[in-house]
């Protein structure tokens, strides 16, 4: 054997060559490998892990799982999708329909096993995101990199650089087309601010044209604002897109209701000559909804009996005497029994609640649409959602250019377009304005009146404020101090009025006494405030002469003039 030492020149020049030589080896065959993995995944001949639904069949061909079960879920899956336009709501329907969702484990114990369970958002996202679902072959859509640990990480790749994509490869469960309308979907359900991400999904909120509207000044995507109002919140259409990117103004806005009733009035007067098709459609959607979830739930139903069968005989096939297996056999028996009974429960109350839906109360209420589809559409239990989403249907954008006027363009699906205006909302500040004759009738009263009188003689000449609410004390006071208006007490001093503490100080007497005076009309006064509070005219030059009281009557108090004094002889 021939060894070398490192420490020679000749003997560490061959080591090196040789590691060099091994290295391009090693390369030359991983790339011959990876070029033959390559070349079989061009052909479509490559076999990858299948996602749930789809199997091998023993010559290697895609074929649909011959589980009808599963079959039945995912075609439910994308049926779900294509009605409702979201991942979220695919959840919310298979959750609250109690549908579970198959799921094969690839590796460990149990490896090709199907366990059911409730579904989630990211796995309803992996399915509609992958393309062996529409019978396509795909080959290189993630690649493998390192993060700052040096741990591979799987990154996604788009499906321009797709290494290999061959459509219609084998039976699928939609068809290309649709899985590219998938694909378009979630791209305009993406919360993103890019302006061609302009028909988003439905979300909460008032705004009836969220996610349609676009800004007739710079073509921007328009975005609605909400405000509180009244324990409400008030939608606005800001176009903030020169805010945003350029640090600029508002480059329109306006207040979202009298818009969005111009739009409904447009739709309502189209959807008109098709309500009795929207009422069949309605129909004919629920009835096939119900019947596919109750077969769903039927054979869930049956493979759980099934499994609870097949317990039964394993328990039965032990020895009794042997406690430990048996023991174990017969509470996985038990816990069988458990998940069917239970299971049977609730196919019960699912199959009542779905009678419910289809009982000819039910349906005279669908009927019901060819007649009262604008009521329906402006009660208040129809859900924003639900509005947008029947928009959505009918328009694919509206444009606004706010002006003296707001006008609004539309363009329906199919390229036709129509125009009209409403008037623009004035203002908060106008609004709340109280009238110019109002405030000066108020300026009128003041001679002559306090704020509670004038606010019940404003309420009798049938005067309102902005809110179409009664004047009160305490409006009247806001009316007044906003436009500087001299109370009654204020013109009562400046014509002279005293006040009970300057006419006791005259008068030489305590304050109550004034008081006591002014009750028995002894002293003249005037009302400023509530009851209790008077402004005195000057009493002049008098002075109080005492009552005095008897058995057989007495002499009230009264003013005297008051005589001067006369000056002794000098």
């Keep these: 054997m021939c060894s070398y030492d490192p420490a020679y020149f000749n003997d560490r020049m061959l080591l090196g060559l040789k590691g060099t030589m091994s290295e391009a080896e090693l390369h030359i065959l991983k790339s011959r490998l990876q070029g033959g993995i390559l070349n079989k995944a061009r052909r479509g001949e490559l076999e990858m892990p299948l996602p749930i639904g789809l199997v091998y069949t023993p010559d290697a061909r895609v074929v649909l799982d011959p589980d009808r079960q599963i079959q039945d879920t995912v075609r439910l899956l994308f049926d779900t999708f294509r009605e409702t336009g979201s991942a979220c709501a695919v959840v ?51 690649r493998t990199a390192y993060n700052a640990k040096l741990k591979p990480v799987q990154l996604r790749v788009p499906r321009s650089d797709w290494q290999v994509l061959i459509p219609n490869a084998h039976e699928g469960y939609i068809s290309w087309a649709e899985y590219e309308r998938n694909q378009t979907t979630l791209e305009q359900n993406a919360a993103g601010f890019s302006p061609g991400l302009r028909g988003r999904m439905p979300r909460q909120g008032s705004g009836l044209l969220q996610g349609r509207l676009l800004c007739g000044r710079c073509g921007a995507r328009m975005r609605v604002h909400y405000e509180p109002f009244e324990g409400r919140l008030r939608p606005y259409y800001v176009c903030n897109e020169a805010v945003v990117r350029q640090a600029g103004k508002h480059c329109q806005w306006v207040r979202g209701a009298p818009v969005d009733e111009a739009v409904s009035a447009l739709l309502l007067e189209a959807m008109a000559p ?46 009794p005497d042997n406690r430990l297996v048996a023991d174990a056999l017969e509470a996985d028996w038990n816990a069988r029994l458990r998940d069917l009974d239970a299971l049977q429960r609730e196919h019960e109350r699912q199959n009542e609640a779905d009678r419910s839906l289809l009982d000819e109360p039910a349906q005279e209420r669908i009927r019901a649409l060819t007649a009262d589809f604008p009521r329906i559409w402006n009660d208040e239990r129809t859900g924003a959602v639900e509005r947008k989403r029947m928009l959505g249907l009918l328009i694919e954008d509206v444009t606004l250019l706010v002006d003296e006027q707001v006008n609004i363009h539309i363009r329906w ?29 108020i300026n009128e009263l003041l001679e002559t009146a306090n704020d509670r009188q004038i606010a019940a003689r404003l309420n009798e000449l049938g005067h309102r404020n902005w809110r179409g609410e009664p004047f009160t004390l305490k409006k009247v006071m806001l009316v007044r101090r906003t436009y500087g208006l001299k109370s009654r007490y204020e013109r009562l001093r400046e014509s002279g009025m005293l006040t009970g503490e300057e006419v006791a100080q005259q008068l030489g007497v305590c304050v109550s006494t004034v008081h006591q005076l002014g009750r028995k009309g002894i002293l003249k006064r005037h009302r400023y405030a509530t009851n209790h509070r008077y402004l005195y005219e000057p009493p002049g030059n008098v002075r109080l002469e005492k009552g005095a009281g008897s058995r057989y009557g007495g002499r009230p108090p009264r003013l005297i003039v008051a005589q001067p004094l006369q000056q002794g002889a000098s």
């Design 92 to 142: 919310r329907r298979l959750r609250g329909e109690k549908i579970l969702f198959p799921r094969r484990i690839r590796r460990g114990i149990g490896k090709g096993d199907v366990l059911w369970s409730e579904i989630d958002h990211s796995r309803v996202l992996q399915i509609v995101h992958n393309p062996r679902y529409a019978g396509a072959f795909a080959y290189g859509r993630t």
């Design 274 to 319: 098709a309500a009795i098709d929207v009422a069949l459609a309605v129909q004919q959607e629920i009835t096939q909804r119900v019947e596919q979830a109750a077969a769903l739930r039927g054979t869930q139903l049956q493979r759980t009996r099934y499994e609870a069968e097949l317990a039964r005989r394993r328990y039965l096939k032990v020895d």
């Design 413 to 441: 699906r199919g390229g036709r377009t129509q125009s009209l205006s409403v008037t623009r909302p004035r203002p908060m500040s106008v609004i709340r304005k109280t009238p110019a004759q109002v405030v000066a009738l």
